[in-house]
């Protein structure tokens, strides 16, 4: 990549859980605006991978770097500054208020947006109102914001939490299997969704519906072992006879 569109470079990075290193000098640049896939068998370090990049798991060695042609260093920053900064993770399991509503919900989102003190101010203002309302028009739930998202539908609660982390306006999203028990119908939807989203932001996604990361046109990366195993188009990486080898197991 071009130095200056580079909005994320991991560098060498190395992970250790006592002595075992699930990332093993892994590198990977991404460029603004880019939606990219991180596909590999169970254990080859993928969700090890995006929480470096949170800073929820600190880097035995190598470097993680940020923002226009990264150039921030944020290999030991803590994972609220990393979060400030731009960089947005959303888990597997949703973090939504089954109690609240889905305004509700979107509402708190907005507001730790703000920081601690504007977040105390209890009226939103209209601007924010308005943002709202585009964000949950987006995520196709405009209709249900006065429902309690714990009625919600397994995609749905997806979605509201996807919304809840671009009201905070990070410059890259961080999703792990955003279509895992999704239905078809919902998986396609999810598929619009991160078309739209990555018309403003860059999203590195876990996956492994390799269906689903057949239907972009996106670069994949596949990790085994630790380790970077290739990059590039799904077509490309299919026809590598060491992907399909690690994913059968030998
Ligand atoms: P993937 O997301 O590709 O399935 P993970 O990143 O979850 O892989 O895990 C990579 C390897 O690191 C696995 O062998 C896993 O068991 C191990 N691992 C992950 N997290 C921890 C942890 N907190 N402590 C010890 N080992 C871990």
Not at 10 to 33: H, P, Q, S, W
Not at 152 to 163: A, R, V, Y
Not at 192 to 212: P, Q
Not at 239 to 244: P, W
Request: charged content about 30%; glycine content about 10%; some cysteine.
């Amino acid at each position: 990549e071009p130095t200056e569109s580079v909005i994320l470079r991991c560098e060498d990075v190395t992970v250790e859980f006592d002595g075992f290193k699930a990332v093993r000098g892994m590198n990977l640049a991404l460029a603004r605006g880019e939606l990219r896939f991180l596909i590999g068998p169970n254990g080859a370090g993928k969700t090890t991978l995006l929480d470096v990049i949170c800073g929820k798991t600190k880097p035995a060695a190598g470097k993680v770097l940020f923002g226009a042609s990264a150039a921030i260093d944020i290999t030991r920053m803590k994972e609220h500054r990393i979060a400030e900064l731009g960089i947005g993770r959303k888990f597997q399991t949703p973090s939504i208020f089954a109690s609240l509503t889905v305004y509700e919900n979107a509402e708190l989102a907005m507001k730790q947006k703000r920081g601690v003190f504007a977040a105390m101010r209890a009226r939103l203002r209209p601007e924010e109102r308005d943002r709202i309302a585009a964000q949950l028009e987006m995520i196709g739930l405009a209709d249900k914001a006065r429902l309690r998202a714990g009625g919600l539908s397994h995609g749905e609660k997806q979605w509201l939490e996807i919304g809840m982390m671009l009201l905070q306006e990070p410059e890259i999203l961080l999703l792990d299997e955003p279509v895992a028990g999704m239905t078809d119908d919902e998986t396609a939807r999810t598929g619009e969704l991160l078309r739209e989203i990555r018309k403003t932001r860059s999203v590195i996604v876990v996956e492994h519906d390799m269906e689903f990361v057949r239907t972009f046109a996106s670069k994949v990366t596949v990790m085994h072992e630790g380790r970077l195993l290739t990059e590039g188009a799904m077509d490309e990486v299919q026809r590598d006879g060491r992907v399909a080898e690690v994913y059968l197991g030998k």
